[in-house]
């Protein structure tokens, strides 16, 4: 800006001394002064030439102008400050952050869940008869018992023997023929018994076929069919029971998983009396 205003006065002094007040036009000067109208004589077209020294006047007040609001731009864009992140932003891509951890997590569970206690695979192992396994057996499918095993058994899917186990037994389903069983054996659905099969050890179900013996308690929430073969020696806990002629049971019998309690349907009687 210095430089310029006092460019535009020896220009302007130079002008007055060259050109008389009422003399001719600047174009007298040029003559004498090459390197004035070197500067002075705009390149792109001849008609914005200044004739006198008002106009040559005018001209430079105009750089100055624009050469003012050039630095006013150029200062703005340098003391503009970057764009400043809220606190409403910041918090907003936290918690897309913490949503994406949690759904990482939230998936990473769900898969480790499903692997312990997912649904029931479709394999089926198979202890074969010349095969004795020593140590517990645990399994996502199905299991058929033909050969021997001492250890427990816990399996999500069906559990069929026909071999001997020394230990308790985990499954959905049970089946036994001609099985030898030593140990508790628990299903969360139906127990099958078959004649010539031994269980020594307690039985826990939802419903319960037995042809064969049982020496232990049987505790079952629902139906209790006990058939013509059957030998039971232990207490029977059930919502209702089937005795086949022929079956041999000794230990009580207990229907307390009935819809109708009948200690309760006597007290109801006496009190009813009074």
Same mark, same amino acid.
């Given at each position: 800006?210095g430089?310029?205003?006092?460019?535009?006065e020896?220009?302007?002094q130079?002008?007055?001394?060259?050109v008389?007040e009422e003399?001719p036009?600047?174009?007298?000067a040029k #003559? /004498?002064q090459? $390197?004035?109208e070197n500067?002075l004589e705009? @390149? &792109?077209?001849?008609s914005?030439?200044p +004739?006198? =020294?008002e106009?040559?006047?005018?001209?430079?007040?105009?750089?100055?102008?624009?050469?003012?609001?050039?630095?006013?731009?150029f200062?703005? #864009? /340098?003391?503009? $400050?970057?764009e400043?992140?809220?606190?409403? @932003? &910041?918090?907003?891509?936290?918690?897309e +952050?913490? =949503?994406e951890?949690?759904?990482?997590?939230y998936m990473?569970m769900?898969?480790e869940?499903?692997?312990?206690?997912g649904?029931?695979?479709? #394999?089926?192992?198979?202890?074969t008869?010349g095969?004795k396994?020593?140590?517990?057996?645990?399994?996502q499918?199905?299991l058929?018992?033909?050969?021997?095993?001492?250890g427990?058994?816990?399996i999500?899917g069906k559990?069929?023997?026909?071999g001997?186990?020394?230990?308790a037994?985990k499954?959905?389903?049970?089946?036994?023929?001609?099985a030898?069983?030593?140990?508790?054996v628990h299903s969360?659905?139906s127990?099958?018994?078959?004649?010539?099969?031994?269980?020594?050890?307690n039985?826990?179900?939802?419903?319960?076929?037995?042809?064969?013996?049982?020496?232990?308690?049987?505790?079952?929430?629902?139906?209790v069919?006990?058939?013509?073969?059957?030998?039971?020696?232990?207490?029977?806990?059930?919502?209702?029971?089937?005795?086949?002629?022929?079956?041999?049971?000794e230990?009580?019998?207990?229907?307390?998983?009935?819809?109708?309690?009948?200690?309760?349907f006597f007290?109801?009687?006496?009190?009813?009396?009074?």
């Amino acid at each position: 800006m210095g430089f310029f205003s006092e460019l535009k006065e020896d220009l302007s002094q130079a002008v007055n001394e060259l050109v008389p007040e009422e003399g001719p036009v600047i174009e007298t000067a040029k #003559e /004498e002064q090459p $390197e004035l109208e070197n500067l002075l004589e705009p @390149e &792109e077209e001849e008609s914005i030439r200044p +004739e006198t =020294a008002e106009d040559l006047s005018r001209m430079l007040d105009n750089m100055d102008f624009e050469m003012a609001e050039e630095t006013e731009e150029f200062e703005e #864009e /340098e003391m503009e $400050e970057p764009e400043e992140i809220t606190e409403n @932003e &910041e918090n907003a891509e936290v918690q897309e +952050e913490e =949503a994406e951890v949690e759904e990482t997590q939230y998936m990473g569970m769900e898969t480790e869940e499903s692997a312990i206690s997912g649904d029931v695979a479709e #394999e089926t192992a198979v202890i074969t008869a010349g095969m004795k396994i020593r140590g517990d057996i645990s399994s996502q499918g199905s299991l058929d018992v033909i050969g021997a095993i001492e250890g427990n058994i816990d399996i999500l899917g069906k559990l069929n023997i026909t071999g001997t186990i020394d230990g308790a037994s985990k499954a959905a389903d049970v089946y036994a023929e001609k099985a030898r069983i030593n140990g508790d054996v628990h299903s969360s659905a139906s127990i099958k018994i078959g004649q010539n099969s031994i269980i020594i050890g307690n039985i826990y179900a939802s419903s319960a076929v037995i042809a064969g013996a049982v020496k232990g308690d049987i505790d079952v929430k629902g139906p209790v069919i006990l058939d013509t073969s059957a030998i039971v020696m232990g207490n029977i806990k059930s919502k209702s029971v089937q005795i086949n002629n022929g079956a041999v049971i000794e230990g009580l019998c207990s229907q307390c998983y009935a819809d109708v309690s009948p200690s309760s349907f006597f007290e109801d009687i006496k009190k009813a009396r009074k």
